[in-house]
């Protein structure tokens, strides 16, 4: 397209790569089919291509005021569907990101709004806070009717059983089966919200990884991606979280003492993914940023490439494969969940509209409850409509979204850990659903 | 008076005359089918008979300009020879009106004649690319082109194609034509209920046999199903095969071949089973899958004769609904009761209670009026010819303002 | 390319006009703001944009039949609005104008498998027809490039194309029925699940009016059984020329392939380079056949095919054997525009026809073309119909630029309707192509058009601006040219 920078403008670099991004769109529209907003509300505004041009408007225009821009970038999902779907290569995530960063330093937001933000970035992040959060939250569930619209959602999305806080991650340490040859080592990210909503997906990863000779390593400090503060706009605590990070795993990358950063929530796996690009204006985390974009991979896509996991009978369990957002669109990982479950002996099934996103989004669900919960509707329907026996997906908010589909949802990882002779996960197994082990 | 132009510049003349003098004319070819119409309230006729001859025909290109006074026979003999045809298959109705031929292209277009094959290749509206024409107003005008990949401006060609020569007479009419299939065969079915019939006509069409047509005749107690397949010979033979597999069970399946289906589907297209009758012959358009209520409605009423083709949606009906309030409803009100659709009088008189074409409700009628005012607000052209009409007031008004 | 001048009157009234819309309408269908109307100013001729009076999006045809008596009763103008995918620029807001969005008709409401139709409001997708009825192996024919996006209402006002629809026609054969609101807010329904229209084919008109002539808010569609086979050839010519003369073989032997698209070096490269489909680099145009049907037939026609192109001097070909590689062959074609748009800052993407033995003269004209405008183009087009969509690359950032690629666009349609063609194909009129209707049309065809314009919308409310370069009223329109007394023609022998 054509766009109308001037030259004082383009001098800044953020600009520059906004008006790189902009030039690519052809205001072609193709987009707008697989925005689950814009399917919802058949409102241009509402879809990549009016975001697009209305961020070009207000980039050009020096990044006034302006709230009602700042309500649809806020009613993005982010989910990236659009950047699966464009023939032009428009870098839609960078540019959803400049907008509401610029619009962020100009454009003040009502107090609850702020409030509700704050608390999400302040909480979320640090599994012991979140823990302690969701225990409040589960007492106030009888009377969530009477809290406003926001706070109602966060309670509702509290699991219904409480759950220990993961004790990985907790601690730096180090996991290794004895028994089992010692093939590769790698990071593990231990995740933030996912120890305290549900600590056996990542108990199952590890016990998955080592049982095929992958030590994996888990710095403590290394708690929290970025993830969330990044996309509700709070962007020193993004940064800050980034570099800690970067920090708890700089000795062992810096040391080339692991193979790859595993990540086992989709979510993180795009944030680490973009460490190079979002930590490339600093001077002391350039290099640590692009490499540990360089190893993080989600913990499929290692399963996969390292073609270790044996080759199973099938079991007669019909899984329906949930493609999370981060993972189909963000980083383009599409078939390596479904060959490795199919490897382990499960028959995978696709839902309708598996590139809709299920409205986890993050803490979307907490901030948009409306369209949120249409949008879990949708995808609990088509779920529901395979007649699956288990769903499988490879992001702790999507489980968490998904909670109320009519078969037990778990990880990938659970399902795998499950079919090579780890136990059953805990809904699989409440669920009565059973698989004949392979022999040691 | 009848008059006979040859060319256009005498089409015109005529047509300037009548309407300085405001003498209405009944537009027409070689009137094969003018009992499908009601009168036309005109004392002079212009027919485009002499106005006839290829103009450019080019095989390869699929398209062939034609002068609209040209015999439809004479068209079919020229296609022929180079293995093509005109896909939708114009009716021949002079058995039905004991005429001595199948009448004018023009005619055609006028009357939207579709055969049988156009359940699956469309109707002749379908293939009209574009023409030149002389309107009601005496203007010399053309729309649409030679190719068939044309959204340049409204596409009058389908306001012309089934318009009855209300709106504009064409002088040069531009046609899609197609090859002809190398070969076709006829499958047929006999059931002994018309839902069994048409079921299994339904079949045929929602499966992978992709057939050109399909036609029921009530036989005796009994009915049967006709499908029929065209295209080259081995995969006509391959469909055969798979059409049968599809329809084991149903009832008795016997085949016609090659010469047998093409006479066959020519009778079917031309009505001829009901042609040699006498008595009303009406031709209903409806939804397919509500032909055995349709007909089982009309016929506890009277007493008929029929064939369905298109897939059941078209319904040749041969009965007497006298011309009472009672009985004139019964065939319109069945369609609209079972999805919706139309009724036309083809062969018999209109009356008081019955309209010989469907009597269109008052917001569309209206806007038909004024669709007939943009092109001939004097009404020179068929006033009447398919019922009564009613000058739309602000035509009068313009057109009285004269230079 | 201008739109017609805003009437200041209306611009005046607009706080009226917009709180009149606001009480018919529920909270959130009337879009004020100009930041957020902004959004709405442009369709796919993005190179145009106009920000519009107001926009609304409404959610039901009572809603949209209120809008519209309103307007009419106010002489307001309105701009109807599918996806925005019009290449023509059909959607391109007026200043004093209502923009009516479709997009929240987004429903399918029936599908009917025994009587092969499927009912669905105007903001649905056309792809979303196909995906509603495929897993009960059906589709809806008509392809044009834009599927996933651009919605069927909008199909219909354009008459929609594709690759397919060589074999399977355009909208308007495909279309059974529709709802419409018309100027006057009246709501009617013309066709359905029966066949052939009684009276007038309004429907038939209706389809590829731009918007000019009323308002769909249904459509029923026909839906066909998805062919058991489909297959696909990838030939190679050294030049347009023998690949121009392939394309006329094919059908002068019998043959209607379910498409038949060519593209040439320019196009064939980029394709290659952005998707790497396995394209011979070094031919000349490269031609790629669609054969659809029975197993039997489709194999036959493969062969029979593949020996016509031979016979033309082909110089590679190769038969699809497999799905995957059938939409291989495929992937380089679908994602030709998107392919250009990365050696181009910018490209028009032209639409037009001509008849398909002057391929390789357009093909000729257009290379000079190329040099006197000092512009490079791509070709793509259908082949097997005529219709050529060259793609003119230029930057708009350059200046003087887009002008001189329009000039070029202009150029080459008026080469078509020379050699016999039409100025455009499926993309429509719009604004883009209206100033040179005249190369088509003389001025009595335009003003037998716009009477019938006038039986619809006589205040030339409804997308003012778009297809027709001058606008008549309608009383002038309807004015007889019989001199009291005298015979326009005197000289002609009376009878």
Not at chain 1, 107 to 122: A, Q
Not at chain 2, 363 to 379: E, G, N, V, W, Y
Not at chain 3, 165 to 182: A, D, F, P, S, W
Not at chain 3, 329 to 349: H, T
Request: glycine content about 8%.
């Amino acid at each position: 397209m054509q766009t109308h920078f001037s030259a004082t403008q383009l001098a800044e670099p953020q600009i520059q790569q906004a008006d790189d991004i902009l030039r690519k769109c052809v205001h072609c529209g193709f987009c707008t089919a697989t925005c689950p907003t814009f399917v919802l509300t058949g409102d241009e505004r509402d879809s990549p291509r009016g975001r697009i041009w209305m961020i070009r408007d207000f980039l050009e225009q020096d990044s006034p005021a302006d709230s009602r821009l700042q309500y649809h970038l806020d009613r993005c999902l982010t989910c990236l569907s659009c950047m699966t779907t464009c023939p032009s290569g428009v870098d839609y995530m960078h540019l959803v990101d400049i907008g509401r960063e610029r619009l962020d330093s100009t454009t003040s937001r009502p107090l609850s709004d702020r409030l509700v933000r704050w608390m999400l970035s302040h909480i979320v992040p640090h599994a012991g806070r979140f823990h302690l959060a969701l225990l409040a939250a589960r007492l106030a569930k009888p009377v969530s009717f009477l809290l406003p619209k926001r706070l109602k959602a966060m309670v509702s999305l509290a699991p219904a059983t409480p759950q220990p806080l993961d004790r990985i991650g907790r601690t730096d340490a180090s996991y290794a089966d004895k028994n089992t040859a010692s093939i590769k080592r790698v990071m593990l990210l231990a995740g933030c919200a996912q120890r305290a909503i549900d600590p056996e997906i990542n108990a199952a990863t590890i016990r998955l990884l080592n049982r095929f000779g992958i030590e994996v390593v888990v710095k403590s400090q290394a708690s929290c991606c970025g993830a969330l503060a990044h996309h509700i706009s709070a962007h020193d605590k993004a940064m800050q979280t980034m570099r800690q990070t970067a920090d708890a795993w700089r000795d062992e990358i810096e040391a080339g003492r692991i193979d790859a950063i595993i990540v086992n929530t989709s979510g993180c796996g795009t944030q680490l993914k973009d460490y190079g690009q979002l930590l490339a204006d600093d001077a002391d985390y350039a290099e640590i940023g692009s490499q540990i974009s360089d190893y993080a991979m989600d913990i499929s896509e290692l399963l996969a490439r390292l073609d270790v996991l044996p080759l199973n009978a099938p079991n007669g369990l019909v899984v329906a494969y949930h493609a999370a957002c981060s993972l189909q669109h963000g980083q383009k990982v599409t078939e390596a969940p479904k060959a490795i479950l199919e490897r382990a002996g499960f028959r995978i099934v696709s839902p309708a509209e598996s590139h809709l996103c299920c409205g986890s989004a993050g803490v979307y669900n907490v901030l948009q409850p409306e369209l949120s919960q249409q949008l879990q509707a949708r995808k609990l329907s088509a779920l529901n409509a395979t007649g699956a026996d288990i769903v499988a997906a490879g992001n702790l908010g999507c489980i968490n979204q998904l909670a109320d589909s009519t078969a037990p949802i778990c990880h990938t990882a659970q399902l795998l850990d499950w079919a090579y002779g780890g136990d059953a996960p805990a809904a699989v197994a409440q669920a009565g659903i059973s698989i004949q082990h392979v022999s040691d | 008076m009848i008059y006979t132009p040859q060319n256009t510049d005498e089409i015109q003349s005529i047509l300037a005359q009548a309407m300085d003098s405001q003498r209405p004319l009944y537009a027409c070819g070689t009137r094969t089918k003018s009992g499908m119409h009601c009168q036309v309230s005109a004392e002079d006729s212009l027919s485009m008979e002499h106005y006839s001859g290829i103009i450019d025909y080019e095989p390869e290109e699929l398209v062939l300009v034609v002068r609209a006074g040209t015999r439809l026979d004479e068209i079919d003999q020229l296609l022929a020879k180079h293995n093509q045809m005109l896909a939708f298959e114009p009716a021949n109705l002079s058995k039905m009106f004991a005429s001595e031929h199948g009448g004018t292209i023009g005619g055609i277009i006028a009357t939207n004649l579709s055969g049988s094959r156009r359940i699956s290749a469309g109707a002749a509206r379908d293939y009209l690319l574009g023409f030149d024409a002389i309107s009601g107003r005496c203007d010399q005008f053309k729309s649409g082109s030679r190719v068939m990949k044309n959204v340049t401006g409204y596409d009058l060609s389908k306001l012309m194609c089934g318009s009855y020569g209300r709106l504009a007479i064409l002088s040069d009419i531009t046609l899609k034509v197609l090859p002809k299939p190398q070969t076709v065969q006829t499958v047929c079915l006999t059931t002994d209920t018309l839902a069994e019939a048409q079921a299994s006509v339904s079949q045929a069409f929602t499966s992978s046999v992709e057939p050109s047509g399909g036609a029921i005749l009530p036989v005796a107690d009994r009915f049967t199903s006709y499908i029929r397949l065209e295209g080259v010979a081995v995969s006509v033979a391959d469909r055969l095969t798979a059409l049968k597999n599809i329809l084991d069970g149903q009832g008795e399946v016997s085949v016609l071949e090659a010469d047998e289906s093409t006479l066959f589907w020519q009778q079917i297209t031309n009505a001829e089973q009901l042609a040699s009758s006498s008595g009303q012959i009406w031709k209903l358009s409806i939804v397919p899958s509500a032909l055995p209520q349709i007909i089982e409605i009309i016929s506890s009423a009277h007493t008929c004769s029929y064939i369905a083709d298109w897939a059941g949606g078209l319904v040749w009906l041969n009965c007497e609904i006298s011309d009472t309030a009672a009985s004139s409803a019964i065939i319109r009100n069945a369609i609209s009761a079972h999805g919706g659709g139309h009724a036309h009088l083809v062969r018999g008189e209109a009356g008081e209670h019955i309209a010989k074409f469907q009597p269109q409700p008052e917001q569309l009628a209206m806007l038909q009026s004024r669709i007939k005012t943009a092109f001939d607000p004097l009404h020179i052209l068929n006033p009447d010819i398919m019922g009564h009409e009613v000058p739309d007031s602000t035509a009068r008004a313009d057109a009285g303002e004269k230079e | 390319m201008l739109l017609p001048n805003a009437d200041q009157g209306i611009l005046d009234r607009r706080a009226e006009i917009v709180s009149a819309l606001k009480s018919m309408l529920p909270a959130g269908c009337v879009i004020d703001d100009d930041k957020s109307m902004s959004a709405f100013d442009t369709d796919g001729l993005s190179a145009y944009r106009n920000q519009p009076l107001v926009v609304v999006l409404p959610e039901t045809t009572q809603q949209v039949a209120d809008v519209m008596r309103w307007c009419r009763d106010n002489a307001v103008k309105i701009v109807p609005r599918g996806a925005g995918t019009s290449l023509s620029g059909g959607a391109i807001p007026l200043s004093d104008g209502v923009l009516l969005g479709l997009g929240k008709f987004n429903k399918i409401t029936e599908i009917d498998y025994e009587n092969r139709a499927v009912t669905a409001q105007p903001g649905v997708t056309n792809l979303g027809i196909t995906q509603a009825v495929q897993d009960e192996g059906f589709y809806y024919a008509p392809d044009p490039s834009s599927q996933i996006a651009c919605s069927i209402g909008g199909n219909i006002a354009e008459n929609s194309g594709g690759v397919h629809c060589l074999k399977y026609g355009l909208t308007t054969n495909n279309v059974l029925g529709i709802e419409m609101v018309t100027m006057d807010g009246e709501i009617l329904r013309l066709g359905g699940k029966h066949l052939d229209a009684d009276g007038f084919d309004i429907l038939g008109v209706m389809t590829g009016s731009e918007g000019l002539l009323g308002v769909v808010t249904e459509v029923t569609v026909r839906i066909l059984r998805k062919p058991a086979s489909q297959r696909a050839l990838l030939v190679g010519f050294d030049s347009a020329q023998e690949g121009g003369q392939a394309v006329s073989d094919v059908i002068a032997a019998g043959i209607i392939p379910a498409g038949m698209e060519m593209m040439d070096g320019p196009a064939i490269n980029a394709a290659e380079d952005f998707v790497g489909a396995g394209y011979p680099r070094e031919a000349a145009a490269l031609l790629i056949v669609e054969l659809d049907g029975p197993e039997t037939e489709v194999d036959f026609l493969i062969n029979a095919v593949s020996e016509i192109v031979k016979k033309a001097g082909a110089t590679s070909i190769r038969a699809s054997t497999s799905e995957a590689e059938r939409n291989q062959f495929w992937a380089g074609r679908k994602s030709a525009f998107p392919a250009v748009g990365r050696i181009s800052p910018d490209y028009l993407c032209m639409d037009g026809t001509i008849p398909r033995k002057a391929l390789p003269e357009m093909l000729t004209r257009m290379a000079s073309m190329s040099q006197k405008y000092g512009l490079r183009v791509a070709n793509v087009f259908h082949a097997g119909d005529g219709n050529l969509h060259p793609l003119i690359l230029f930057d708009a950032n350059q200046p003087g630029e887009l002008e001189r690629a329009e000039e070029f666009g202009a150029d080459i349609l008026r080469n078509c309707v020379a050699l016999g063609g039409v100025l455009t194909g499926e993309h429509g009129v719009g604004v883009e192509k209206r100033d040179l209707m005249g190369e088509m049309f003389t001025e009595d065809d335009l003003k037998q058009q716009q009477r019938l314009k006038c039986a619809f919308d006589p205040q030339h409310l409804l997308n003012p601006g778009k297809v027709f370069p001058v606008l008549h009223r309608c009383a002038e329109l309807g004015r007889l040219h019989v001199h009291h007394g005298k015979l326009p023609h005197p000289d002609i022998p009376r009878f």
